[in-house]
């Protein structure tokens, strides 16, 4: 988990600590992580937007076949459809350094989304 993940009173900081205990009575091993260096520069929105090329694909059978079905978001749907190449290849570049800083920062070890290790507990600890 990112430092001060469940940080002061809040609801949400509340909930992220019953999750996480939930998930370490589940067996899972909770390990506190430093974020990569530029964290919020790969992550901004910049870089969101231009990967909604590549949700845009997922979704262009229902782009042409009605658009209302889009409602008030149908303008960024749209303008997903026409990243000029060189942002998208510059945004896989990005993800890839992102990729590689979160997984040194990791030392190793990755704390979610594993398979299971016994049927007492969901996701594995390890890699």
Same mark, same amino acid.
């Given at each position: 988990?990112?430092?001060?993940?469940?940080?002061?009173?809040?609801?949400?900081?509340?909930?992220?600590?019953?999750?996480?205990?939930?998930?370490?009575?589940?067996?899972? @091993?909770?390990?506190?992580?430093?974020?990569?260096?530029?964290?919020?520069? $790969?992550t901004g929105s910049?870089?969101? !937007?231009?990967?909604?090329? #590549?949700?845009? #694909?997922?979704?262009? #059978?229902?782009?042409?076949?009605?658009?209302?079905?889009?409602?008030?978001?149908?303008?960024?749907w749209l303008r997903? $459809?026409?990243?000029?190449?060189?942002?998208?290849?510059?945004? $896989?570049?990005?993800?890839?350094? $992102?990729l590689e800083r979160?997984?040194?920062?990791?030392?190793?070890?990755?704390?979610?989304?594993? @398979?299971?290790?016994?049927?007492?507990? !969901?996701?594995?600890?390890?890699?």
């Amino acid at each position: 988990m990112p430092p001060g993940y469940t940080s002061g009173t809040s609801a949400t900081a509340r909930a992220r600590a019953a999750m996480l205990d939930e998930m370490a009575n589940a067996g899972v @091993r909770i390990k506190e992580v430093s974020l990569p260096d530029e964290w919020d520069f $790969l992550t901004g929105s910049s870089i969101t !937007t231009a990967s909604a090329a #590549e949700r845009c #694909e997922t979704f262009m #059978e229902f782009l042409r076949r009605d658009v209302r079905g889009f409602g008030v978001s149908l303008n960024s749907w749209l303008r997903s $459809l026409f990243v000029p190449g060189h942002d998208y290849v510059t945004w $896989l570049r990005l993800r890839m350094l $992102l990729l590689e800083r979160s997984s040194s920062s990791c030392s190793g070890t990755w704390t979610w989304w594993s @398979r299971p290790r016994s049927p007492r507990s !969901t996701w594995s600890a390890a890699r």
